[in-house]
């Protein structure tokens, strides 16, 4: 294993959304992902599963960090 690698935690989700939600989901998902940028997360991306589900993949550098950020984001509101 190389010493330099990097560490991080990859936080997986996957949603079912009925058609005419979908365009709000992923309004939504884009503000999440750039509230979530504005406390430390490296991203994320959404795309669809063989099921047609919604799947998103997110990268923070630890599991505290993507904790910390989501106590953050839910006390300043929606």
Do not use: K
């Not at 294993?1 to 991080?8: C, D, F, L, V």
Request: charged letters at 25%; a negative charge; hydrophobic letters at 40%.
């Amino acid at each position: 294993m190389n010493s330099n690698a990097s560490t991080g935690f990859i936080a997986i989700y996957r949603w079912r959304v009925a058609p005419e939600h979908e365009a709000d989901f992923r309004n939504r998902w884009r503000e999440v992902t750039r509230q979530g940028l504005e406390h430390g997360s490296f991203g994320s991306c959404l795309g669809r599963d063989a099921n047609q589900d919604l799947v998103a993949i997110a990268l923070w550098p630890t599991e505290a960090a993507r904790e910390e950020a989501f106590h953050t984001m839910s006390a300043d509101g929606p």
